[in-house]
Structures are given as C-alpha cells and as structure tokens.
C-alpha cells in the first residue's frame, strides 16, 4: 500500500461525488416515495408514531455505490485505476446490490415474507463464490491458519453475507441508527483493508461512508426519510461483501476476527434477538420490541440519546477490534484493546436482558407462547378476509383469541375509525382491570387497522408483549374488503367500549 493514497485526490474526489449525488438524491425520493407506496405509516413494532414518513432513502446511498462498481468495471476513468484488477468483484457487487435494491423495493411498496427475501439474499449471496471470494481459510488468533474446506467455506460465506444482511436490516429501528453504525463500519473496514494492502475495499469503504454521511443529514432525528428495507438489506450487504474482499488473501485465507470485531453491534444484537425469541418460544425471524434500542427507549432514553449511545459502543468496539488486530497477540495493548471490547460488549448483553434472572423467567413463557403461535396462526387462516364470510365465524374466533388472551374486549378498526371487528366477555370483571390499550397494525393489504383491548386482569411487560405479539400475527395476515365498506353486521355480544386512552 503507498502511503500517500488517503491523500490522493482521486479518493476523495470519488468520495465527494458521493456525498454531492446523495444529497440531490434524497430530496428526490422523499417526493417518489409516497406516489408509489413506499412510505412508513407506523406499526405497533415501531417507535415512529407520525404522519407517514417516505422509505427507498437508501436508494441515495446505493446508487452511487453501484455505480462507482460500473465505471470501474468498464475502467471509464483513470479515477479508478486502484480497481483496475477486480473486474470479477465489481460485477458481483454490482448485480448483488441491484438484486438486493431490487428485492428491498418491493418489500417496501408491497411486503414480502421472510421465505421470498431469504431466498434472493442467498441468490446474490452466491455471486461473492461465483466470483472467488468463497472462504477456504479462516486465520484465527493462536491456531494461525484454519482449513476449512469448500463446502463449508461456501457454506460459512452464504450465511456470513445473508445474515450481515439481515442484522443491518433489525438494527434499524430508530433514526439514524442503522445508517450511523454502518458509517462507522465502513471506517473501520477502510482502516483493516488499507493495513491490509488492500486500496479496492478501501476505497468502496470510503465511498459508502461518504454517502452514508450525506444520507444522516436527513435520517439524523427528526428524520425526513428513512432508509427502509432497501437501504438497511444493502448496507449489510455491501460490508459483508466488502469484508470478504478486504480481507481475502491470494490463499483463500480469511482474517475473520477483525471484521468481526468491527462489526460487533450489529452482531450481537442479532444473536440476542434470535436467542431471546428461542426462549420465550417466539418465532425466530418475527419482528418485536426487544431490540437494544427499545429497551434504552423503555428505560427513558429519547432517540437521539439512544442513538448516540450506541455510536460510542460501536465505535469503542471497532477501535478495540483494530488495535487488537493490529498489535502483536502477546503485547498489553492487545490485551488492552480486547479488554476494552469485553467492556463494551457486557454493556450490550446488559442492555440487552440477557441476564441468568432475565433467561429464567424467559423460558417461563416459552410453552405458553408456543400456544399462542399455533392459536395466531389459526386464527389468522379463519380471518383471513376481514370482515369474513359470516358473524358466526368471526366471533367463534373472536372469542377464542379473547379467551385465551384473558382480554375483556377486543375491537378491530381501519384507518377511517370504521369498526369492523369487535368482541366483548360476557359478565362482570371480578378482577381489577387494565388500562385500556391501542395498537396500530399494517395488513396484508398495507392499510392500517387499529387494535383495542384490554386485559381482564394484571399482566407484566413481557405478557403484554405476547399478546400484542399474537394479535399482530393475527392482523397482519388479514385482508380488508376489496369495497371498504363497513361491515353489515355486528357481532354479539358486544358492550359500549370507552375510547383508547
């Protein structure tokens, strides 16, 4: 590596074309989105609770990553000379970022299910082995060295791609997260690739993280735009792919732990997720409110607070996760640096719940949540166009989801405030009753309902969690009269309900 290439003017020239298309960008699609459906009404996962804000901002970001990728395929400029040499890896990034865009597009206009995602991540995730970047060695701190074959290199390089993918995608859950924790993944990974030798990630780093930029001036809070499941699905994307580029050796040796390092947030707020959802019997890849960032805007953190906590565990770790690498394995600044990573890291695990009182009581409700799956499920297959064929059916179901729930009643409504469901128990409450609560729920066909109930009798944070859980599975699935029109009949019994506090 020449020392002198952070200071080429070709770098940053490439980096200030990409900050400059950014920001013409955005304004554009803050206008495109809500003409074509990709906007973000709300939900009752979400913290957004406003008007509906535009989604498809991470299109600002990717095409000017894509492109950089296609003028240094057909070499157009002598600007990208330092990439003349990855004809392969440009194309691979460049389809696997357009199918990824592509995929995130119609996620946020029409909604995808999990299966039709995870099956074209790993469709572009195959481009990286198709063009060389397959893993055959992992170089792992002590062991040197480790052969680990084709096939489980192919293997370990599809699920390294598809779920950096997928964790970009979970961290985005308040403003300027997802974006500003990839922006610092971005500069770490520059940092590894130009200690590396290796100026082509190095500068694909540095363009993602110029954009990146550009792109928090309007996702910063208050945000003007987010970046939707088409910008959160590319950045893990890119990184990951950037990763296997940055660190790849002529011998298939991969350096894992330093990227991993780098990238460790995002990480272990994955892992805890999946593990989190195990225990309490959740269905792995169901979105909830038991991220790391909602636990601190549980706690009383605001948005920005939140984010910024997290910009500076990001960072420490990266910073920890560079040096370590960087230093010699026996020094005390390796041990330093990993010292501080474990530091940072226990402040994640901390935020995050997993602790031996928190995983207890966890697999307390494993078997009863495992129920209330069977039961969303079926109900949802009975409800599967809203208001239904006949009262008989709906309150059949109704009142199974009530009974099982311990829910005094339960009223459905669209976004016009026209009730199209609604359920009450028969008899007095003998119990001291719950506040009144409302959700708001995207359906199948992306309109908002709104979810009344309340509860027949005391419950915990984490049961009221489940039955919104349930109810959401229920809704979301549904469908709404092709008409609109209010439905014809009421269902009985019904009581004068009091509006949602």
């Not at 029409?110 to 195959?126: D, E, H, I």
């Not at 074959?149 to 979970?170: E, R």
């Not at 309490?280 to 169901?286: D, I």
């Not at 908002?448 to 419950?459: F, G, S």
Request: proline letters at 6%; a positive charge.
């Amino acid at each position: 590596m020449k020392p002198h290439y952070l200071t080429s003017p070709t770098v940053w020239a490439i980096a200030a074309g990409c900050f400059c298309l950014t920001l013409i960008l955005i304004p554009l699609l803050i206008r495109i989105a809500p003409r074509i459906g990709a906007v973000d009404r709300g939900g009752h996962r979400g913290v957004h609770r406003g008007r509906a804000m535009p989604l498809l901002g991470g299109l600002a970001i990717a095409i000017p990553f894509v492109a950089i990728c296609v003028l240094g395929f057909f070499r157009v400029s002598f600007m990208f000379s330092t990439i003349r040499h990855h004809q392969a890896g440009l194309l691979a990034l460049a389809i696997g970022c357009m199918g990824i865009c592509a995929l995130g597009v119609a996620d946020d206009i029409k909604g995808l299910s999990a299966r039709a995602k995870f099956a074209v991540q790993f469709a572009m995730a195959s481009l990286a082995c198709l063009a060389g970047y397959s893993i055959r060695f992992v170089d792992l701190p002590i062991y040197g060295d480790v052969w680990i074959g084709p096939a489980v290199g192919t293997a370990l390089t599809l699920l390294w791609i598809v779920g950096l993918t997928n964790a970009y995608n979970l961290m985005d859950g308040i403003d300027g997260l997802s974006a500003g924790l990839a922006l610092i993944a971005a500069a770490g990974l520059a940092c590894i690739s130009l200690m590396n030798g290796s100026t082509f990630p190095a500068l694909m780093c540095i363009a993602l993280a110029a954009s990146l930029a550009a792109f928090l001036l309007f996702n910063f809070h208050p945000a003007r735009i987010f970046l939707g499941d088409t910008g959160s699905m590319f950045l893990g994307f890119a990184l990951a792919n950037i990763t296997l580029m940055g660190s790849l050796k002529t011998t298939g040796t991969v350096m894992f732990i330093a990227p991993i390092l780098v990238m460790g947030l995002p990480i272990m707020d994955t892992l805890s997720s999946m593990l989190r959802r195990y225990l309490r019997g959740r269905p792995l890849f169901y979105g909830d409110q038991g991220h790391i960032h909602h636990r601190l805007l549980k706690k009383g953190y605001t948005q920005t607070q939140a984010v910024l906590t997290f910009y500076g565990i990001a960072a420490a770790m990266a910073v920890s996760g560079i040096v370590g690498w960087a230093a010699p394995p026996d020094s005390p600044v390796a041990w330093l640096a990993y010292a501080g990573y474990a530091l940072a890291a226990v402040a994640v695990i901390r935020i995050a719940g997993l602790r031996p009182g928190m995983i207890a009581q966890m697999m307390a409700y494993r078997k009863h949540n495992l129920l209330l799956n069977a039961l969303s499920q079926y109900a949802a297959m009975r409800l599967e166009d809203l208001p239904g064929d006949g009262a008989g059916r709906d309150d059949n179901v109704l009142h199974l989801l009530c009974r099982e729930l311990n829910l005094r009643f339960l009223m459905i409504k669209d976004e016009h405030a026209r009730r199209i469901l609604a359920y009450a128990q028969s008899g007095e409450p003998t119990r001291p009753q719950e506040p009144i609560r409302r959700i708001p729920i995207r359906n199948a066909d992306h309109r908002m309902l709104y979810l009344t109930y309340q509860p027949d009798r005391p419950i915990d944070e984490q049961a009221r969690a489940d039955v919104e859980g349930c109810l959401a599975t229920v809704f979301e699935h549904t469908r709404c009269r092709a008409d609109g029109e209010a439905p014809r009949h009421e269902p009985a019994p019904l009581v004068d309900i009091p509006p949602a506090a």
